[in-house]
């Protein structure tokens, strides 16, 4: 079964420092990839995603992932942390067709330290 | 645009009761909208596919007869936890799909914290 893996439950940076998140799928097939933020208490957002195209991928907030096949991975970087980024983020995959699920990674938790 | 909200957004129940939770898509329709559950600190497990018009697609290990979905429009898709009981206490998240070209993009609303007391 498809499974995505996030190494990494807790991550801790300081401010200013490189963020870097990391995720891995198991597929033979390439599938959509999707990163997500997530507020206590609130919903997720979608921070990025990968579908067809160019690999390096930027989305809001000044973060970006670049898709590497060869690798099977999507990780999430930042080049300078802000104190707003503590959050927790889900890597996701969805390989589309009918169902269309979204299939998560079990999330890290971002913890930026002044 | 592509907005989805979720009420109520925390609700607090007797165990035995039965509690409904609305996910709205507010400015587009979906056909398909889903519905997860979270744990704390853990990840999103999806527990159905809402299909307007149709009965849902339960993930397995989801008791159906518990978890009552009901999607009667394009906007509107109801999860009703039945005779609720304190393990029933959790964070339920939906999205609603928007179909576009290769994917259906999934928006989530903001979570409903049940607590089953």
């Known amino acids: 079964a498809q499974s995505v893996t996030q190494l990494g439950s807790h991550v801790s940076v300081s401010e200013g420092a490189l963020v870097l998140l990391r995720c891995n799928y198991s597929s033979s097939v390439p599938p959509y990839l999707f990163w997500y933020v997530q507020y206590p208490n609130q919903g997720l957002q979608l921070l990025l995603k990968y579908t067809t195209g160019a690999t390096l991928v930027k989305g809001i907030n000044g973060f970006e992932a670049e898709f590497k096949k060869s690798e099977t991975s999507f990780h999430l970087t930042k080049p300078s942390a802000h104190m707003s980024d503590a959050a927790e983020y889900f890597c996701?995959?969805?390989?589309?067709?009918?169902?269309?699920?979204?299939?998560f990674g079990t999330g890290t938790l971002l913890a930026v330290q002044p | 645009g592509a907005v989805v909200s979720q009420h109520p957004s925390r609700v607090i129940c007797k165990s035995g009761t039965s509690v409904k939770i609305e996910c709205r898509s507010l400015?587009?329709?979906?056909?398909?909208m889903f519905w997860y559950r979270q744990f704390p600190k853990q990840s999103l497990m999806l527990m159905a596919t809402?299909?307007?018009?149709?009965?849902?697609?339960?993930e397995q290990g989801v008791e159906k007869d518990k978890f009552l979905i009901n999607h009667a429009s394009l906007t509107l898709s109801t999860l009703t936890v039945t005779s609720a009981h304190p393990e029933d206490s959790s964070f339920y998240i939906c999205?609603?799909?928007?179909?576009?070209?290769?994917?259906?993009?999934?928006?989530f609303g903001p979570g409903t914290r049940l607590t089953v007391t």
């Open positions: 400015d587009f329709q979906a056909t398909t």
């Open positions: 996701a995959v969805s390989y589309g067709g009918a169902t269309n699920k979204l299939i």
């Open positions: 809402s299909n307007e018009g149709s009965k849902a697609t339960y």
């Open positions: 999205s609603a799909e928007i179909p576009t070209s290769g994917y259906n993009e999934q928006y």
